[in-house]
């Protein structure tokens, strides 16, 4: 993934941000710095674990030398699609909160 792709998807889930009514600016920026980094965090750590992989010629020595980096390079990546699954989980909770009807608030706007 590139520096423009990272850009777009950033302007993308800024714009989804922006869609969701009565959202606290303190939410969407803190929403968006998590979506900032977790996409980041899963790029660099792919393109770490690419560069090792590609660089394997299939001996045992190498295996032993690059698994546990491999294995670390796999988590990050692992903990960052965690990340986006939980701002996901924030997200659809806000827009069900903000679908909620609040029976007080209609009757208030009758009583209007």
Do not use: C, P
Not at 49 to 63: D, P, Q
Not at 91 to 101: P, R
């Amino acid at each position: 993934m590139k520096e423009n792709e990272v850009k777009q998807k950033m302007k993308q889930f800024s714009g989804m941000l922006e869609s969701i009514e009565n959202l606290e600016s303190k939410k969407r920026f803190l929403w968006l710095e998590i979506y900032e980094n977790a996409i980041i965090d899963r790029m660099n750590a792919y393109m770490l674990f690419t560069n090792i992989y590609t660089t394997l010629k299939g001996g045992v020595a190498e295996h032993v030398q690059t698994g546990a980096i491999m294995s670390k390079y796999i988590e990050r990546m692992n903990k960052s699609n965690d990340q986006l699954l939980k701002l996901a989980e924030l997200l659809a909770k806000e827009e069900e909160k903000i679908l909620t009807i609040d029976s007080d608030e209609i009757f208030d706007k009758i009583k209007e």
